[in-house]
C-alpha cells in the first residue's frame, strides 16, 4: 500500500512538472541549432559528438523557416536555397511544428524549449535534442566572428 501511494505521488509530481511553452518562447526557436542526440521509441540513444550541419530557424509570430546550413572553419555558414515552411501550431497544451516542402508535409511535438535546448518528437516517436550552436571560428586566431 505505502509503494503504491509514493507511485502516485511520484507520477503526479512528474505530470505537474511538465514545461507549459506559451507563444512569447517561440521566438526563443531563431537561430542555430544541432542535434546533440536522438533517443529511439523503445529507450535506446544516439549521441552526436561535432556535427557538421545545423538547422538555422527563422520563425515571426506562428510561420517561418528552417535551414541546414554548414559551418565553416572562419565561423561563417554556408547556406543552400533549400528550405523548409514551418509553422507552430498550439493544439491544446501541446505545441506542432508543421513543416512543408513542395513534397512533402510533416509534424513534430515541440516538448521543452528553452534559451539554449529544444526536444522534438516526431510521428516515429523519436526524441530529437537539439542544442544552441554558435559560430566555430578556427582560422582567425581566437577572434570573435561577427
Not at 528550405?83 to 516542402?101: H, M, P
Not at 526524441?127 to 582560422?139: D, F, M, Q, S, T
Request: some cysteine; aromatic content about 14%.
Amino acid at each position: 500500500m505505502k509503494n503504491t501511494f509514493m507511485i502516485l505521488v511520484l507520477s503526479l509530481l512528474f505530470v505537474g512538472c511538465k514545461q507549459e511553452i506559451k507563444p512569447a518562447d517561440i521566438a526563443k526557436l531563431n537561430g542555430y541549432w544541432e542535434i546533440e542526440k536522438v533517443v529511439f521509441d523503445k529507450g535506446e540513444e544516439k549521441a552526436y559528438g561535432m556535427n557538421e550541419n545545423f538547422d538555422f530557424f527563422t520563425i515571426k509570430g506562428t510561420k517561418g523557416k528552417r535551414t541546414k546550413v554548414m559551418a565553416q572553419l572562419d565561423g561563417t555558414f554556408l547556406t543552400t536555397d533549400t528550405y523548409e515552411d514551418v509553422s507552430v501550431r498550439f493544439a491544446g497544451e501541446k505545441v506542432y511544428l508543421d513543416y512543408k516542402t513542395d513534397y512533402a508535409k510533416w509534424s513534430e511535438e515541440l516538448i521543452t524549449l528553452s534559451d539554449d535546448k529544444f526536444v522534438v518528437k516526431n510521428a516515429e516517436n523519436k526524441e530529437y535534442h537539439y542544442k544552441k550552436a554558435g559560430p566555430v571560428n578556427i582560422l582567425n586566431n581566437g577572434k570573435e566572428t561577427k
